[in-house]
């Protein structure tokens, strides 16, 4: 993979759907997706549907060691119980966004920090909402929307980085209460100072599938260096330097929300 600086506007105007048609996604995610939207789709609203699907998966798929396999392949062991972490979870996620006429991007965080548990970074979506007329962030393996006060419109990732660069009050939402939410892990991930989010393109579905399933005698991680090789790989892409985050004097006001009302700090 590569790692650049990117504009705004470029950030802003990405959308995984732009390079990963519905022809191009595993028969497995459209019928999967029959029983996750068993309502006609027209009556649901693009948070709506964003969120069934994200409920789905979360209830439907426990979690375990990540995968790295071919979107096919993947999403059926998660199924199953073998597995999926987060990145594996945001990836099945973008194409049943993709076969549901949602625009979607995928998101990791960079975070420097001492705390092995946090190390690793995490990963999470965006999706375009139509009534709101922008990206907002949905964060699938832990069930959560963020909000500015009592705000009931959600915060997209430059909501986001802008809020903390102004050490104003973020909240978050748990949309699924199945689910049960570490608040000082979310602090951890999202709101300390040096947590950086970055967008993943140029992820060809298609590309990553041939080649994992093609050469699966060959570890994951050889396959990427291959597919990196021929010049086809993914490609990290962070906020210019004007979007950076910046470490506060203060920390950022952290409160947890439910219902879109706060009820305790972080």
């Known amino acids: 993979m590569v790692s650049r600086k990117s504009s705004l506007d470029r950030i802003e105007n990405f959308c995984y759907n732009a390079i990963n048609p519905k022809y191009d996604i595993p028969p497995i995610y459209f019928q999967l997706n029959n029983m996750i939207l068993a309502k006609p789709k027209a009556d649901l609203s693009d948070i709506?549907?964003?969120?069934?699907?994200?409920?789905?998966?979360?209830?439907?798929?426990?979690?375990?060691?990540?995968?790295?396999?071919?979107?096919?392949?993947?999403?059926?062991?998660?199924?199953?119980?073998?597995?999926?972490?987060?990145?594996?979870m945001s990836?099945?996620?973008?194409?049943?966004?993709?076969?549901?006429?949602?625009?979607?991007?995928?998101?990791?965080?960079?975070?420097?920090?001492?705390?092995?548990?946090?190390l690793g970074g995490h990963s999470f979506n965006e999706v375009y909402s139509k009534e709101f007329k922008k990206w907002v962030i949905i964060d699938v393996s832990?069930?959560?929307?963020?909000?500015?006060?009592?705000?009931?419109i959600p915060l997209s990732v430059f909501d986001l980085i802008q809020l903390k660069k102004e050490n104003k009050e973020i909240h978050y939402f748990e949309f699924n209460k199945k689910v049960?939410?570490?608040?000082?892990?979310?602090?951890?991930?999202?709101?300390?100072?040096?947590?950086?989010?970055?967008?993943?393109?140029?992820?060809?579905?298609k590309t990553y599938d041939y080649f994992l399933d093609k050469l699966s005698f060959l570890p994951e991680s050889i396959v990427h260096g291959l597919i990196y090789l021929t010049g086809k790989s993914y490609t990290?892409?962070?906020?210019?330097?004007?979007?950076?985050?910046?470490s506060p004097v203060t920390e950022p006001i952290r409160t947890k929300s439910h219902e879109n009302y706060p009820v305790n700090a972080i």
């Open 91 to 118: 990836q099945v996620y973008n194409n049943f966004c993709v076969i549901n006429d949602l625009k979607v991007k995928e998101w990791g965080l960079k975070i420097i920090t001492d705390n092995h548990t946090i």
């Open 142 to 152: 832990k069930s959560i929307f963020f909000y500015h006060t009592n705000s009931k």
């Open 48 to 88: 709506e549907k964003a969120k069934k699907i994200a409920k789905w998966l979360r209830n439907h798929i426990k979690g375990g060691p990540g995968l790295g396999k071919s979107s096919n392949k993947a999403l059926r062991k998660m199924i199953r119980g073998e597995g999926g972490v987060c990145s594996d």
């Open 180 to 205: 049960t939410v570490d608040k000082q892990y979310i602090e951890d991930l999202y709101l300390i100072p040096n947590s950086f989010p970055f967008l993943i393109t140029n992820y060809c579905n």
């Open 236 to 246: 990290f892409e962070f906020p210019t330097k004007e979007y950076k985050v910046v």
